[in-house]
């Protein structure tokens, strides 16, 4: 939704970069809901929030970025000293996402939540052994090498992705004996 509330139509691929690329430099804010679960729960599936276009966000802001023609909404979690890559997260995942390494990627930073008419701000990321190792081992590649960590995480996404294929598919059908 934008600001004077009336529906904008979901934009893909070339049209998004387009229209992102011009509320970015515009700095406009919209009230925008989206869908999706990696955000729970701090922000639920259709959950208003207020969108700072042009903002990038610092290391526990949530963004909005493309990747891969879409729109994405994940928390950062780490950032390259000389701004080389942003690294981001859902914060119901482990592992982090691909590294942003081209800064116009961010929309603008999540400034709020609105709930019952008023902007609040949004929880702090939960955290677990397994989220801080992901987090370490993932900056120390990209440390050492940018490409070769982004190829990594890109296999590690889309082996999770067929392992959770298989496991439904799996699940679906219990074995009988």
């Known amino acids: 939704m934008t600001e004077d509330s009336r529906p904008v139509d ?11 690329s011009l509320w970015r430099k515009t700095g406009r804010e919209l009230r925008a809901r989206f869908g999706g679960s ?6 639920p599936p259709g959950t208003e929030v207020l969108l700072r276009c042009g903002e990038s966000g610092g290391p526990g802001d949530v ?3 493309l990747a891969d023609g879409r729109l994405v909404v994940h928390r950062v979690v ?7 890559w942003t690294l981001t997260r859902g914060d119901a995942r482990v ?4 590294p942003i390494r081209d800064p116009e990627a961010v929309l603008g930073r999540v400034a709020g939540v609105w709930r019952a008419g008023s902007l609040e701000g949004l929880p702090a990321a939960g955290d677990s052994l397994s989220r801080r190792l992901a ?6 590649a990209l440390r050492a090498s940018p490409r070769a960590a982004a190829t990594a995480l890109r296999s590690l996404h889309t082996a999770a992705r067929l392992a959770r294929s298989v496991g439904l ?5 219990p074995v009988r004996q």
């Open 38 to 43: 990696s955000m729970l729960p701090a922000l």
């Open 95 to 98: 592992l982090p996402d691909v």
């Open 78 to 84: 780490a950032r390259a000293a000389d701004g080389a």
């Open 169 to 173: 598919k799996l699940g679906a059908a």
């Open 10 to 20: 979901l934009v893909e691929g070339e049209g998004l970069a387009a229209v992102a």
């Open 135 to 140: 987090l370490r081992l993932a900056c120390a």
């Open 63 to 65: 963004i909005a970025f």
